[in-house]
């Protein structure tokens, strides 16, 4: 959490200042002809979650520039996300053993389209190495960019993403996320389950949130109780805990605090390789998770998904698309005078002053009965 800090502070004041001195050089004005772009690079350097709601612009962008070549520049937590992705040709790293090559590649892009709501070096970068840049008009970060799209924090995030398609003439908004290559673990399931997946009725659970701001996490004791509900009032019904290696502790407590049959409560973090946790959404009825990265994957994979919200606002970054049918939020945070609390694009994440049972008042406002209820209606 320390070196996240450091890491902002750095972009803030460093950062900043670089981009000051940047918005003094004048920018190239001819304008952008569509047949000659042959390289466009688009910049994620941050979140797991945001990194899969940027994927329909790329996509719109695969299908407006056949031709072009399209390059990411991530980082080691999010590449997986894109080089699963076959509309996306390259995939760069801005890694420190990587520098020397980004710098061999200074007004490589024909495009580079920043989507960082508030990084500073994410804007350096467009800037560095791309002829034209897009980005998002806020801050001295926006004096940087050739062409600028306003950040309307009243959309979606995967709307906003395909608001930066426009100063190159592409109005789009999706009606999906982009689906990921997965691989088949319905076996694996069924036997670890005990039932065909067609008898069965599995039930995922994402307990933990980013280091960034786990006062975003529903309280365990809530996620136990609502396990152990599942269990005892559906005979057919498995619960099975998501999560990276690091998150197998927190799993195992939350078991230890069921009640009732633990035998059909299953602990899978760390367990599954990327393409085969991105395969157990298609063996899941319904995925209850906090507001994190796996549940806008169990979003894009057309998984019935239920997301759980209160420092941030589900109308910006809920599972998408919202309320149709397949995705539902809940959020009580304006039953509080503080949420939402974090608002990427000005990069507020302020420390939780309304702490309840080890999370934010705003989450701890959410009841075990109304999420089962919401659960009950997809088994």
Known sequence: MANIALQRAVDKYIGGAMCLGYSFLQHDKKPLVKEEVKEILIIRLWTLGETILTLPMIERIRKEYPHAKITVLARNANKAIFKNIDF????LLFERENFRILWGLRGRFDLAIDTEPYLRVSGLLARFLGKKQ????????????????RYDDHKHAAELFCDLLKPIGIEYKPNTLVRLKSTDISAKIESMIGKSLNEARV???????????????????????????????????????TGSPSEHKLNEEIIKMC??????IFNLAGVLSFEEFIGLFDCLDVFVSNDTGPMHLSAAQGCKTIGLFGPNLPSRFGPYPLDNGTNFAIYHGDRVPCSPCINVHTGCFKKCRRMKDGTGECMALIGMEEVYEQVKKTI
């Open 88 to 91: 996306i040709d390259d995939v």
């Open 134 to 149: 897009i980005g998002f008009d806020h801050g001295v970060r926006g004096k940087i960019y050739s062409q600028k799209v």
């Open 203 to 241: 039930i995922g659970m994402h307990a933990s949130t980013a280091d960034s701001a786990k006062y975003r996490a529903w309280p365990i004791k809530n996620f136990a109780e609502l396990a152990s509900k599942i269990i005892d009032e559906n005979a057919n019904a498995s619960v099975v805990l």
């Open 259 to 264: 009640a009732g049959d633990r035998k059909r």
